[in-house]
């Protein structure tokens, strides 16, 4: 099966790829040419995290063909990587919501399965200094998912949270609204292509796609402090 690769490319030649067909599936490469050789790999192992949550597969026993849909430089001023792309004008239908909270639900899963027990100790500790900690890069998953909201809606319809002891609650308490705001899209906010004062567009399709990039993104990083305080042990 073929999917459509858009790259994303800043000066220094450090690459994040996409893959919009399955949301959620990218990668960060060192340079175009990686972030392509890598390509097909990438891919499946994202089919194979939708097979573990029980999201549709593909047809059985297709190959895994990338073709290269896309690649710009990066635009952001801040030196970030930001991507929108032409596929990403299409408005988002009704009937594809229920599909894009259902994969929130998975990567929110899987992020909660790996941080949810462990010790206060450990979500506050830092792998070295300067660096994040489990808590912190938490905290800063609930932001962003606030902040995602106010690309395409009003900024203020949404609310600003009171300061939580609890990171989980936090979490809980953004993605709530996050569901029913994004949910209750209207026609108008599924088709609008919103363009920021830095320049930076972005469209329901886009905030979609950075919902469980993002998401996924961190439950690696998670995933990476956990290795570096148990070497440091």
Known sequence: MIYDVY???QRTGRTH?????????????????EAWDRAADSIAAHLAWLARHAQPPPPAGEPVVPRLAQQRPSTARDGHLVGFFDCE????????????LDLMA????DLLALARDLPAEALRQRPAPGSWSIQ???????????????RILD???IPVFKPTRSVWQRLAIVRALAVDRLSGLTAAERSAIVTTQSGERWSARKVFRRFLEHEREHTAHVQEILGQLTAAR
């Open 7 to 9: 790259l994303q490319v």
């Open 17 to 33: 790829a996409h893959v919009p067909a399955l949301p959620g599936c990218n990668w960060l490469a060192a340079t175009p040419a």
């Open 89 to 100: 004008r299409a408005p988002v239908l009704p009937t594809e919501i229920p599909g894009f």
């Open 106 to 109: 998975c990567a929110r899963a």
């Open 136 to 150: 912190e890069t938490l905290r800063h998953v609930a932001g962003a998912e606030r902040w995602y909201l106010t």
């Open 155 to 157: 900024p203020a319809t």
